[in-house]
Every structure is written in structure tokens, then in C-alpha cells.
């Protein structure tokens, strides 16, 4: 019951945005290296930086920040001067930045065609979307737990708008577990790389470097990693 829950709260987010992050919409220039994004799974305005990544088929590294977290949150007041989510780091071109709406115009401009997607430019019903979204699981990955730091990166193959690729964010976000985000939202030009590696088009899709582990299914995944990282209180 109580993951048929989690599965139909998370399905409801998705529909909330219209389901946004499903589809790669645009595709321009691609980064040499690999953009950081500081973020927390159940901020809405996350939400949206989270959507252009899926949207543009760009990859990053994703430093999650839960409220608690004693790592990422202190590496962005360092960096900013303030702990607001989410946080851009493009290291291709030097540019720090907050602000969802000016991260989005950003990556549309830089590695897109010039103009994000209707749902995703400035006004009331992006952030309005965006915000009930958020109230189907307000609490998912928002908070730290506290747990065991990874010594490597994790890696996930997901794209925004998938309901269980979100279960899986949502319990790296808690643990503040950092992973190497691959987008493959449908029409991504890495989803022939990444059924050769997995031998199936399927996500959630995980790689943990510091166990040799890999598994499918948002279940297992999210089992692995409340028994490998988390700390019993």
C-alpha cells in the first residue's frame, strides 16, 4: 500500500507539470564539461532547472541539498553567499547563478535554440505548476537523513518527468547522495548508448563506482540505497 502510494503521488506530480522533461524538445551545442546543479528533489523551483536539463538532453552532476544537509548547502554559501535552490555551476563558460527562471533562460540559450518551452518561461502558471506539483509529495527528499558519504559520484539514467525515476531522486536528495544525472527522456540521442550498456530501454537506472552495484527497478534502488548509506537514528 504504501508504495503504490508513493507511485501514485509521484504519477500526480508528473501530470501537475503537464508532464514537462518527458520529451527532448531541443538540442543545440553540447558542453565539454559536465554542468553541477545544487538542488533539493522537492523544491518546485529545482523542479524546473531539473526540466530544461531533461528537455535539452544535458547531463550534470547533481549535488543534492536537503534542508539539514551538512555538505552541498555549505559549499553553496560558500560559492553564492546564500543557501537558495537551485544553484548553476557551468564551468564551460564560468557562470554561478540562483534564480530558476534565469537558470532555464540560460541553458536555453546556451545549449538549446535561444527560447525555452511555454511551460518554462516566466509567469504564473510555470510557478503555479510548479508549486502544486511539489504539494503531491511535500516532504520527498526535502529533508536530510543522515547517512554515509559516497566517495564516488553515483550515476542515474532518468529524465525529469518519469514517476519512479523520482522515487529515486527523492531518496538520493535525503541522503545527500551526489550522482552523474543521464538524461534519456524520449528522443535523447544517448538512449542507443544506454541500451547498449543496460541492455534494455529502461529507467530508473543506477551504478554505484563504490560497490560494482547496478540495478534496475525504482524498488530495489531505493532499498540499495537505504542499506548501503543510511544511518539508523
Not at 49 to 73: M, Q, T, V
Not at 78 to 95: E, H, I, S
Not at 108 to 121: N, T
Not at 131 to 148: D, E, F, I, K, V
Request: proline letters at 6%; a positive charge; one cysteine or more.
Amino acid at each position: 500500500m504504501k508504495r503504490a502510494l508513493a507511485v501514485t503521488s509521484s504519477l500526480a506530480t508528473t501530470l501537475a507539470r503537464l508532464g514537462s522533461g518527458a520529451q527532448v524538445a531541443q538540442r543545440g551545442r553540447r558542453p565539454a564539461q559536465l554542468l553541477e546543479l545544487y538542488e533539493f528533489e522537492a523544491c518546485p523551483f529545482c523542479r524546473k532547472a531539473r526540466e530544461a536539463l531533461s528537455i535539452l538532453d544535458l547531463d550534470a552532476l547533481i549535488r543534492p541539498c536537503p534542508k539539514g544537509g551538512p555538505n552541498y548547502r555549505e559549499e553553496v554559501k560558500a560559492r553564492g553567499g546564500k543557501a537558495m535552490f537551485p544553484y548553476l555551476v557551468d564551468p564551460n563558460t564560468g557562470q554561478e547563478m540562483y534564480e530558476s527562471d534565469d537558470i532555464v533562460a540560460y541553458l536555453f540559450a546556451q545549449y538549446g535554440e535561444g527560447e525555452a518551452p511555454r511551460l518554462l518561461r516566466p509567469g504564473a502558471l510555470n510557478d503555479a505548476t510548479a508549486m502544486l506539483a511539489s504539494l503531491w509529495r511535500p516532504a520527498a527528499g526535502a529533508r536530510y537523513r543522515q547517512a554515509r558519504r559516497a566517495e564516488r559520484p553515483l550515476e542515474l539514467w532518468s529524465y525529469e518527468a518519469s514517476p519512479f525515476c523520482r522515487l529515486v531522486r527523492e531518496k538520493l536528495s535525503s541522503l545527500e547522495l551526489s550522482y552523474r544525472l543521464h538524461n534519456v527522456a524520449k528522443g535523447g540521442q544517448c538512449r542507443d548508448a544506454f541500451v547498449s550498456r543496460s541492455g534494455r530501454m529502461q529507467v530508473p537506472y543506477l551504478v554505484d563506482p563504490n560497490t560494482g552495484r547496478e540495478m534496475f527497478e525504482s524498488a530495489d534502488i531505493t532499498r540499495y540505497l537505504e542499506e548501503t548509506y543510511a544511518v539508523a537514528s
